[in-house]
């Protein structure tokens, strides 16, 4: 299915220099970006047979975190159920060592702690993972895991692995392989 993707324009490139492509867009492609261009000339191309999504931000990729890893195995993240009780913030430390700490329990923080990744854009992360619910949850979620941090960008044939940011750089959507997985 194609998707086209307007925003405020189109950061190709991570590179801090990077300049936004004002009136660009994407056309995605099931799983992989098809197209990165003028968003007038992939619409009169395109338009009739792609689902269009409009969103009030710039189109970037996604952010990488290098320490993603760690911080799924050394941090509970409550359930909301648990907020009265436990808070809302990752516990450590001797907060986490008081829990009684299942294989079940800790996929389920690992998949909340993903939950919280998304919802900052992160699109890549990196990390070595000895709970193998950890790891589960991680493959399940579609963020890439990358043994080393590489620049990330918005290519034709390249991974439809994107973000939606605002010009403060909150996000307003995360994009994996073409599937939106984060709205705010």
Not at 108 to 129: E, V
Not at 130 to 143: D, F, L, N, Q
Not at 148 to 172: I, M, N, Q, Y
């Amino acid at each position: 299915m194609l998707t086209l993707h307007k925003g405020t324009g189109v950061r190709v490139s991570s590179k801090e220099d990077c300049p936004l492509d004002p009136g660009h867009a994407l056309l995605v492609n099931g799983d992989r970006l098809a197209e990165v261009g003028p968003y007038d000339e992939l619409y009169e191309r395109y338009g009739a047979r792609a689902r269009v999504r409009e969103w009030a931000g710039e189109l970037t990729p996604g952010r990488y975190e290098p320490d993603a890893g760690a911080w799924l195995e050394a941090a509970y993240h409550p359930d909301p159920r648990e907020a009265a009780e436990l808070g809302d913030e990752p516990l450590t430390g001797a907060a986490l060592a008081a829990l009684e700490m299942t294989d079940t329990r800790w996929g389920a923080s690992a998949r909340r702690g993903l939950q919280r990744l998304m919802a900052c854009g992160t699109t890549a992360m990196s990390g070595h993972f000895s709970r193998g619910t950890v790891r589960i949850a991680v493959e399940r979620s579609r963020i890439r895991v990358l043994s080393a941090p590489r620049e990330r960008a918005l290519l034709p044939s390249g991974a439809a692995d994107f973000a939606v940011r605002t010009e403060d750089g909150g996000c307003l959507a995360t994009v994996l392989g073409g599937r939106i997985v984060h709205r705010r």
